[in-house]
C-alpha cells in the first residue's frame, strides 16, 4: 500500500499512516521478469526469495487480494421499482432487483444514501448532471466549465495507492464510445468516470478485441494470432518512444524554471513515469489463459436515437465484458475495474429491441417520467436487464473458488448512477405517488472484502451529510486498508454500519 503519492485536494489521509510510509519507504526492488529480460542468455531462474517485493514476500501467507469494481449504469432509476419496502437482513427484493436472488447473500442494497456537497445540498448541479454527473458518481465532487476539473476517483484512490502491484494497474471498460456535452460541460465528464487527477481523465476501451489482448498480452493473445501481436508490439514501441522524448524534453526545460514550475513538471513527470511502467508492464508475458474463450470480434453498430451513437450489440457485448473482468481478476492481472454499462443522456441507449416486448423509445427520454407510471414501468424493465447483467457478473465472480470463499468474496463491486431519479435530476431521496419506501441514491454494493462487510441486507439511513455516498467511500476505502479521511468535496468520516448488524 502506497499513498503517499496521492495527490488531491479533495481526498487526505490519516497523518499517521502518511508518517508511517515516509519512516519506511518502498525499498528498491528488482523483479525477477526484469532480471530475465536483462540476461544476456536465456536461462531460467529459481524463485529467489530476495528478489521478492515485501507484497510478493507477505503473498506467500496472506490473505487473497480485494479487488474493486465501480460499475455505473445510466439515466437514474425509476424508484418505486428499485427501492425494497422493507430493510434488513430478511428484505423482499424489488421486482427490479429481482435477478439477485442467486446472489442476494452478498448483496447489499443502499437507501437514504445522498450525493452531497459543502453545503448539503447535492454534489452535482441538476442542471447539467448528465455531463458532470457520470464523474461526479465516482468523485462526489462537481466538474467545472469551460476547463476540465473534477477530482480523483474512489477506484483510482484504490488503484494508485496499490502502487503497480499487479501488471495492469486499473482497466477502464465502456460500452460505447460516444459522449456528449450537456449545458456546455465538456463531453468528456459524459466519457468517463475514472479520473486518476482532478485534470486527468482515463477513456475507456470500448472494443472488447482490445481488452482481451490488454488482459492476455504475450501469452494467450499471441498463440495463433501473429498479426495481431504485431499490431500490439508496434503500439507499445510506439507508445514508449513518444514517451521517452516527452521525458527528455521535460529534463532539458526542468532547470530553466521557477520553483513553482518545477514542482508542476515535476508532479507531471511522475505521471510520465506512471505511464511509462504502465506501458512496460503490459509488454510483459501474461500468465493468464484465457482457456476457451477466443478472441472477441464485435461489430460496431449505430444506434436509433438519433444522435449517431455507436454501440456494440449491447447484451451480447456486456456479457463479453463481463466474462473478460472475471477473467482479468483470476489472473491478478489487475484489481481496480472502472465500467460504464452505458453513458448518460443523449449517449445513453436509443433503444431495447433485445427486450421482450422490444421498447422503441430512447433511455433518456424515458427518465424524464414526469411521474406517469406507464413511462415508469418502461424504465423499470430497462433496469431490471442493467441488473441482470450485474448479476450474471456477479455469479461469474462468485463460481470461482478463492481462498476460504470465492472471488466476489474477495472484492467490493460498487454499482451507482449519475442521478437518484433522472425525472428530478437530483442527488438525494425523491418522492413517489402511491410509494412509501425509502429512496435515494441507486447504490449496490456486492462482495464482503474478504469478510470485512457484513453483506446480505438492505440498509435504510436516514438521509443527510454523515450517510453521504461520500462518508460511504471513506468506510469502503477504509476497508480496502487505505486510510482516508477525507474524500470528495465534504466527505469528512466513515458511514457507519457496513461492518456488523
Given at each position: 500500500?502506497?499513498?503517499?503519492?496521492?495527490?488531491?485536494?479533495?481526498?487526505?489521509?490519516?497523518?499517521?499512516?502518511?508518517?508511517?510510509?515516509?519512516?519506511?519507504?518502498?525499498?528498491?526492488?528488482?523483479?525477477?521478469?526484469?532480471?530475465?529480460?536483462?540476461?544476456?542468455?536465456?536461462?531460467?531462474?529459481?524463485?529467489?526469495?530476495?528478489?521478492?517485493?515485501?507484497?510478493?514476500?507477505?503473498?506467500?501467507?496472506?490473505?487473497?487480494?480485494?479487488?474493486?469494481?465501480?460499475?455505473?449504469?445510466?439515466?437514474?432509476?425509476?424508484?418505486?421499482?428499485?427501492?425494497?419496502?422493507?430493510?434488513?437482513?430478511?428484505?423482499?427484493?424489488?421486482?427490479?432487483?429481482?435477478?439477485?436472488?442467486?446472489?442476494?447473500?452478498?448483496?447489499?442494497?443502499?437507501?437514504?444514501v445522498e450525493n452531497l456537497?459543502?453545503?448539503?445540498?447535492?454534489?452535482?448541479?441538476?442542471?447539467?448532471?448528465?455531463?458532470?454527473?457520470?464523474?461526479?458518481?465516482?468523485?462526489?465532487?462537481?466538474?467545472?466549465?469551460?476547463?476540465?476539473?473534477?477530482?480523483?476517483?474512489?477506484?483510482?484512490?484504490?488503484?494508485?495507492?496499490?502502487?503497480?502491484?499487479?501488471?495492469?494497474?486499473?482497466?477502464?471498460?465502456?460500452?460505447?464510445?460516444?459522449?456528449?456535452?450537456?449545458?456546455?460541460?465538456?463531453?468528456?465528464?459524459?466519457?468517463?468516470?475514472?479520473?486518476?487527477?482532478?485534470?486527468?481523465?482515463?477513456?475507456?476501451?470500448?472494443?472488447?478485441?482490445?481488452?482481451?489482448?490488454?488482459?492476455?498480452?504475450?501469452?494467450?493473445?499471441?498463440?495463433?494470432?501473429?498479426?495481431?501481436?504485431?499490431?500490439?508490439?508496434?503500439?507499445?514501441?510506439?507508445?514508449?518512444?513518444?514517451?521517452?522524448?516527452?521525458?527528455?524534453?521535460?529534463?532539458?526545460?526542468?532547470?530553466?524554471?521557477?520553483?513553482?514550475?518545477?514542482?508542476?513538471?515535476?508532479?507531471?513527470?511522475?505521471?510520465?513515469?506512471?505511464?511509462?511502467?504502465?506501458?512496460?508492464?503490459?509488454?510483459?508475458?501474461?500468465?493468464?489463459?484465457?482457456?476457451?474463450?477466443?478472441?472477441?470480434?464485435?461489430?460496431?453498430?449505430?444506434?436509433?436515437?438519433?444522435?449517431?451513437?455507436?454501440?456494440?450489440?449491447?447484451?451480447?457485448?456486456?456479457?463479453?465484458?463481463?466474462?473478460?473482468?472475471?477473467?482479468?481478476?483470476?489472473?491478478?492481472?489487475?484489481?481496480?475495474?472502472?465500467?460504464?454499462?452505458?453513458?448518460?443522456?443523449?449517449?445513453?441507449?436509443?433503444?431495447?429491441?433485445?427486450?421482450?416486448?422490444?421498447?422503441?423509445?430512447?433511455?433518456?427520454?424515458?427518465?424524464?417520467?414526469?411521474?406517469?407510471?406507464?413511462?415508469?414501468?418502461?424504465?423499470?424493465?430497462?433496469?431490471?436487464?442493467?441488473?441482470?447483467?450485474?448479476?450474471?457478473?456477479?455469479?461469474?465472480?462468485?463460481?470461482?473458488?478463492?481462498?476460504?470463499?470465492?472471488?466476489?468474496?474477495?472484492?467490493?463491486?460498487?454499482?451507482?448512477?449519475?442521478?437518484?431519479?433522472?425525472?428530478?435530476?437530483?442527488?438525494?431521496?425523491?418522492?413517489?405517488?402511491?410509494?412509501?419506501?425509502?429512496?435515494?441514491?441507486?447504490?449496490?454494493l456486492a462482495g464482503t472484502?474478504?469478510?470485512?462487510i457484513v453483506s446480505g441486507?438492505?440498509?435504510?439511513?436516514?438521509?443527510?451529510?454523515?450517510?453521504?455516498?461520500?462518508?460511504?467511500?471513506?468506510?469502503?476505502?477504509?476497508?480496502?486498508?487505505?486510510?482516508?479521511?477525507?474524500?470528495?468535496?465534504?466527505?469528512?468520516?466513515?458511514?457507519?454500519?457496513?461492518?456488523?448488524?
Open positions: 500500500m502506497s499513498i503517499a503519492r496521492i495527490r488531491d485536494k479533495n481526498v487526505t489521509f490519516e497523518p499517521q499512516a502518511l508518517a508511517a510510509e515516509q519512516r519506511n519507504p518502498r525499498r528498491l526492488v528488482m523483479p525477477r521478469r526484469a532480471v530475465l529480460r536483462g540476461a544476456a542468455a536465456c536461462i531460467g531462474l529459481p524463485l529467489l526469495e530476495s528478489l521478492w517485493s515485501p507484497s510478493e514476500a507477505r503473498a506467500q501467507t496472506a490473505s487473497p487480494p480485494i479487488r474493486w469494481v465501480s460499475w455505473f449504469i445510466p439515466c437514474g432509476v425509476w424508484g418505486p421499482s428499485w427501492f425494497p419496502t422493507n430493510t434488513g437482513v430478511n428484505y423482499t427484493l424489488s421486482s427490479t432487483l429481482a435477478s439477485l436472488a442467486p446472489v442476494k447473500s452478498k448483496v447489499i442494497v443502499f437507501a437514504g456537497g459543502l453545503s448539503g445540498g447535492p454534489a452535482v448541479n441538476s442542471q447539467g448532471s448528465h455531463g458532470c454527473g457520470p464523474p461526479g458518481s465516482t468523485t462526489c465532487v462537481q466538474g467545472q466549465k469551460p476547463n476540465i476539473t473534477m477530482g480523483i476517483s474512489v477506484d483510482q484512490v484504490y488503484a494508485q495507492s496499490l502502487n503497480n502491484a499487479t501488471r495492469i494497474q486499473s482497466m477502464q471498460l465502456s460500452g460505447t464510445d460516444g459522449t456528449f456535452s450537456d449545458v456546455q460541460y465538456p463531453a468528456v465528464y459524459n466519457g468517463t468516470t475514472s479520473w486518476s487527477s482532478a485534470t486527468q481523465p482515463l477513456p475507456p476501451l470500448v472494443n472488447a478485441g482490445l481488452v482481451f489482448d490488454q488482459i492476455f498480452a504475450g501469452g494467450a493473445m499471441t498463440s495463433g494470432n501473429a498479426a495481431a501481436q504485431a499490431a500490439v508490439t508496434q503500439r507499445l514501441t510506439l507508445r514508449k518512444s513518444v514517451l521517452d522524448g516527452v521525458l527528455g524534453e521535460a529534463n532539458t526545460l526542468i532547470g530553466k524554471l521557477g520553483a513553482t514550475d518545477q514542482l508542476k513538471v515535476n508532479e507531471y513527470l511522475a505521471a510520465v513515469r506512471a505511464a511509462e511502467i504502465q506501458v512496460q508492464n503490459s509488454a510483459l508475458p501474461s500468465s493468464c489463459s484465457a482457456g476457451t474463450m477466443a478472441r472477441p470480434t464485435l461489430t460496431v453498430g449505430t444506434d436509433t436515437n438519433g444522435f449517431g451513437l455507436k454501440l456494440f450489440d449491447p447484451p451480447t457485448y456486456t456479457d463479453t465484458i463481463t466474462t473478460l473482468m472475471s477473467l482479468a481478476f483470476q489472473c491478478d492481472a489487475t484489481r481496480v475495474i472502472n465500467y460504464q454499462q452505458m453513458n448518460g443522456g443523449h449517449s445513453s441507449y436509443g433503444s431495447f429491441p433485445w427486450l421482450t416486448p422490444a421498447i422503441t423509445r430512447d433511455h433518456h427520454s424515458m427518465s424524464h417520467h414526469n411521474g406517469d407510471a406507464t413511462v415508469g414501468a418502461l424504465l423499470a424493465r430497462v433496469e431490471a436487464w442493467e441488473i441482470s447483467m450485474f448479476s450474471s457478473f456477479l455469479q461469474k465472480l462468485d463460481a470461482i473458488s478463492e481462498g476460504s470463499g470465492t472471488l466476489l468474496d474477495n472484492s467490493l463491486i460498487f454499482l451507482s448512477n449519475e442521478l437518484s431519479d433522472g425525472n428530478a435530476h437530483n442527488q438525494t431521496t425523491t418522492t413517489y405517488a402511491n410509494f412509501s419506501g425509502p429512496t435515494g441514491k441507486p447504490i449496490l472484502a474478504g469478510g470485512k441486507r438492505h440498509i435504510a439511513y436516514t438521509p443527510g451529510q454523515a450517510n453521504s455516498q461520500a462518508n460511504l467511500y471513506i468506510a469502503l476505502l477504509n476497508t480496502l486498508g487505505v486510510p482516508v479521511k477525507t474524500f470528495g468535496a465534504a466527505g469528512t468520516a466513515p458511514i457507519t454500519g457496513l461492518t456488523s448488524l
